[in-house]
């Protein structure tokens, strides 16, 4: 296989990515320099915050350039070696790009070692940046007291569900927000948390004063919008609203309620928003801990996957739909050759 597979962005969306925006091409592959490694992707991460690094300002990284190979967060297998600290056959975290091969400096990837009971594709997803993600908001910007009510929009997804299962593991009392029955279920059922609201089906006002009667006493938020304007109002004294997200916004859409906002205020709460490379330094802690509570069954996640590179725009068009159930991956190559 001598041809590498990439998308490239051709043109900013305004609103939701079609192919219109994303060109596929095939390259040559890449040929590793001294002190580089060849990398073979094999899962690639889509996660929401890729469509905000379509834009042509910069969000937490800089834009994307048009015509050049796409960002992406990928998990993949060394083929070829030029460093001795990252031999052939080693997995590692990287950001490889929307594409099959690529190369990098040794220093630039995060080596892996899998537990054999572990899925390989859990590593980058709970396992990574959307577990740690998870923890440091919570316990870093909601820093939770047993007894108190928690709130958790997109609760089913790949962070969500995690912060439902670390807050209720905590002592809290976890209402998750999210869409369809099955996912709040599986939340209910599953994940263990005492209460689910369908933003699809249900009254999300009349749900929230039924099922939090005290008030809010933390949120973390993936959606923002009507909803999060919804929260605010019932927030307690001194709440605390870890802004993850705000896929709401994402596609040129939601906007905030003034009066939602002052609640802040009027309630001396907080928001705050975070990113997880500022928690990097507890990387290696946090994934030990969430791997043992995987490991014990303990914490539960799901993982959706979509064969083959070509399917980028199908598995963005699921994930801003919600018709993905948890992380949403490509598999773009077996984990194993033959």
Not at 92 to 115: D, I, K, R, S, Y
Request: aromatic share 6%.
């Amino acid at each position: 296989m001598t041809h590498n597979r990439q998308w490239i962005l051709r043109e900013r969306p305004q609103a939701e990515v079609t192919g219109q925006h994303l060109q596929l091409r095939s390259v040559a592959r890449p040929i590793p320099g001294a002190g580089e490694v060849l990398v073979r992707n094999i899962y690639l991460l889509v996660p929401p915050a890729m469509r905000l690094w379509m834009n042509e300002e910069d969000s937490y990284v800089p834009a994307q350039p048009l015509g050049e190979t796409m960002m992406g967060i990928t998990l993949g297998v060394v083929e070829a070696s030029d460093d001795p600290a990252l031999p052939v056959g080693t997995y590692v975290n990287g950001m490889g790009g929307c594409q099959e091969w690529f190369t990098a400096p040794a220093a630039q990837l995060m080596p892996l070692a899998p537990h054999p009971e572990v899925p390989l594709a859990a590593y980058r997803s709970v396992l990574d940046v959307q577990g740690l993600t998870a923890w440091a908001g919570l316990h870093e910007v909601c820093r939770p007291q047993p007894g108190q009510t928690l709130v958790v929009t997109a609760a089913a997804g790949s962070v969500g569900s995690l912060v439902c299962q670390l807050g209720a593991g905590l002592g809290l009392r976890v209402v998750g927000i999210a869409g369809g029955p099955d996912k709040c279920r599986w939340l209910r059922e599953e994940c263990g948390i005492a209460a689910t609201i369908d933003y699809k089906a249900d009254d999300v006002a009349a749900r929230l004063d039924a099922l939090c009667p005290g008030g809010i006493d933390m949120v973390f938020e993936n959606v923002g919008g009507p909803v999060l304007d919804l929260l605010m109002e019932r927030l307690n004294d001194h709440a605390r609203i870890a802004l993850c997200g705000m896929v709401a916004s994402y596609n040129a859409g939601g906007t905030q309620s003034a009066n939602a906002l002052m609640r802040l205020v009027t309630k001396a709460a907080r928001l705050e928003g975070f990113l997880v490379r500022d928690h990097f330094h507890r990387y290696a802690e946090v994934a030990s801990r969430l791997q043992a509570l995987v490991l014990e069954g303990k914490l539960k996640y799901r993982i959706d996957i979509l064969d083959g590179l070509e399917h980028l725009t199908v598995a963005l068009d699921r994930l801003f739909h919600g018709r993905n159930l948890g992380v949403q991956l490509l598999r773009l190559s077996p984990e194993r050759l033959a």
